[in-house]
């Protein structure tokens, strides 16, 4: 069984990630359909308890719009697909077995077509898109049934479905960089049949296993993967399938895988090199210099004004005229100035 937990980080990209317990019997899992309401279109059913009449509208039409990555995929969806509503904690954990943990919400049983999916009703704090879940969920469901019955490692099926779910967040790339950087990625054969359990080290296998799926779309063109995905089906071995199709082993896969890996996300090592301390301590200078000599053309500029305002303050209002010279000045002046031209002494 595969199913999904709540992710307890708030991001603007959160990722969302699954964890695997023990297989279940298809008796054990299976929940008594007769107990539900149910609607459908095509090849979905959604079944539902009285309160849960709107979600499960919403679901039947993600479900019915739903389409796997990449392109070439999105023509197949499911053969059949049946969606459980659960309205209580405790009828989730009988039909889970009772090996989800508290804070899981949707669940995928594998060999079956059936979601099941906690009603948001009996979610405390719901902080994933409802819709990313479902696809999730659905699309565990449609790998099954496209690859017929053939053995899906654990590691592709969680990576496949974080990948056509679009579950990848800035926060994840983050987190897988500083495990490539400090050399803590796992091999593709822990990751075959089960996680680890410690809740860490299993969000990094889901990451990982995002990384490897993602690796395999980008380096493979469409007519090499559905080759593989064809002899995939024919053998049911993921490795016989790489053999006859790609001309790889797994364990060629995951060299390349590695080599990419490193290129792609361990940028981070570059944050603990000498040459980038250097390159920020010259940015660091330059960003100083600049706001210091913005803020010195401020201080001129101010200074200029005020120089500007004192100078006009000097200056008469009105139109300009000459001051008059004093009054006896000029009478005295005009006198001397008469006086010769009146005549001799008498």
Not at 80 to 107: D, N, R
Not at 225 to 234: E, H, N, S, V
Request: aromatic residues 12%.
């Amino acid at each position: 069984m595969l199913f999904i937990r709540k992710y307890a980080v708030v991001m603007l990209l959160a990722g969302l990630f699954a964890f695997m317990p023990a297989s279940l019997s298809r008796a054990q899992s299976l929940p008594n359909a007769e107990n539900y309401l149910a609607i459908g279109r095509g090849v979905v059913t959604v079944y539902y308890r009285a309160g849960d009449a709107k979600v499960a509208r919403d679901y039947l039409d993600w479900a019915v719009a739903y389409r796997p990555r990449p392109d070439w995929l999105s023509a197949h969806t499911p053969i059949s697909l049946s969606i459980y509503i659960v309205p209580t904690q405790s009828e989730f954990i009988a039909l889970s077995g009772g090996m989800l943990p508290e804070w899981g919400v949707a669940c995928a049983i594998t060999g079956t077509d059936v979601v099941i999916v906690r009603s948001p009703r009996i979610v405390e704090l719901w902080r994933e898109d409802p819709r990313e879940i479902l696809n999730h969920e659905i699309t565990h469901i449609f790998l099954d049934q496209y690859l017929e019955g053939a053995r899906v490692p654990r590691w592709f099926h969680e990576g496949y479905a974080l990948y056509a779910s679009r579950m990848w967040g800035l926060e994840s790339f983050l987190r897988f960089s500083v495990a490539i950087l400090g050399g803590r990625a796992f091999s593709l054969h822990s990751l075959d049949s089960g996680f680890p359990e410690n809740e860490e080290r299993a969000e990094l296998a889901y990451i990982q296993s995002y990384t490897v799926v993602e690796f395999m779309f980008e380096h493979w063109d469409e007519s090499q993967m559905q080759l593989l995905f064809a002899r995939w089906r024919a053998t049911g071995e993921l490795d016989t399938a790489l053999r006859t199709s790609l001309g790889l082993t797994l364990s060629r896969l995951e060299d390349k895988w590695r080599q990419w890996a490193g290129v792609r996300y361990g940028w981070l090592k570059l944050l603990t090199s000498a040459t980038l301390m250097w390159i920020l301590a010259a940015l660091l200078f330059l960003v100083v210099f600049a706001r210091r000599r913005a803020r010195n053309r401020r201080k001129l500029d101010e200074m200029r004004r005020s120089e500007s305002r004192l100078i006009e303050s000097n200056i008469p209002a009105g139109p300009y005229r000459p001051e008059a010279p004093p009054a006896g000045r000029h009478s005295g002046a005009e006198k001397d100035e008469q006086g010769p031209r009146g005549g001799g002494v008498a």
